[in-house]
């Protein structure tokens, strides 16, 4: 399997449950990233993990909790989640430094609703 | 402060040429980038832009003028295919993309 895989493809949730998202590069890549998309905004920078080490919060909630425990592997933990925070949530991976960062490869993506 | 714009939505024949712009301000730059996404896929890169000018690729060409904070994106002989929004981003002095909230483009038989 090639390129980056996110997982569920689509997730319905209550304010008051627990879930994660799940993302995973076969690209060798070092850098990881969570983005949030919602509808006629700009992507949305959450989070970056360079070589596991997490290097950005943009002053993200701490409903959302992001989790790298190899350079492969990415997760977005939820819990106690708001409406509005229903959106198209994008994971992506890159070479990391300098402009190499620039060319990234985005998952397919998480449909998130919160109920 | 940071920004960047691009319009919301752009049609185009079938066949013919469109450019998309793009314009930004920002105090540290690292290049220009333009993504192509298709509804309800994940954005795949385009181009990438550091020095003035024009890249060609194919059927699709990127521009720059870091001077005036100004990119476009030129598609050309459109196909249906080319449906689909256009994300502009540049880089800035943290190597951080900063997004444009995209371009829908809707290509007409």
């Known amino acids: 399997e090639t390129g980056v895989t996110q997982t569920p493809r689509h997730l319905v949730m209550g304010m008051t449950n627990k ?19 919602s509808a006629k905004k ?10 596991k080490e997490q290097t950005e919060n943009n002053s993200v909630p701490s409903r959302f909790s992001p989790e790298c425990p190899n350079s492969s592997h990415l997760f977005l933990h939820l819990h106690t989640l708001q409406p509005e925070d229903s959106a198209l949530y994008l994971c992506a ?6 402009h190499g960062a620039g060319e990234a490869f985005f998952g397919q993506g998480t449909r998130l609703t919160v109920v | 402060g940071q920004n960047i714009d691009q319009p ?4 185009a024949t079938e066949g013919a040429i469109v450019q998309i712009n793009c314009t ?29 000018g024009l890249e060609e690729k194919g059927r699709f060409s990127s521009f720059l003028s870091r001077s005036k904070g100004y990119s476009y994106l030129l598609l050309k002989e459109l196909q249906m295919k080319d449906s689909a929004s256009y994300l ?14 995209g371009t829908k483009l809707i290509i007409k038989p």
């Open chain 2, 8 to 11: 919301t939505e752009m049609t």
């Open chain 2, 88 to 101: 502009c981003a540049f880089m800035d002095s943290n190597y951080q993309l900063i997004w444009g909230a």
């Open chain 1, 42 to 51: 700009p992507l949305e920078l959450m989070f970056v993990y360079n070589f």
């Open chain 2, 24 to 52: 930004y301000q920002t105090s540290g730059f690292n290049g220009l980038f333009w993504y192509q996404q298709h509804a309800g896929e994940a954005p795949t890169f385009l181009s990438y832009n550091v020095l003035d």
């Open chain 1, 93 to 98: 991976s890159s070479q990391g430094e300098g």
């Open chain 1, 19 to 37: 879930k994660s998202l799940k993302c995973e590069q076969h690209l060798g890549h070092n850098a990881m990233y969570w983005y949030k998309q």
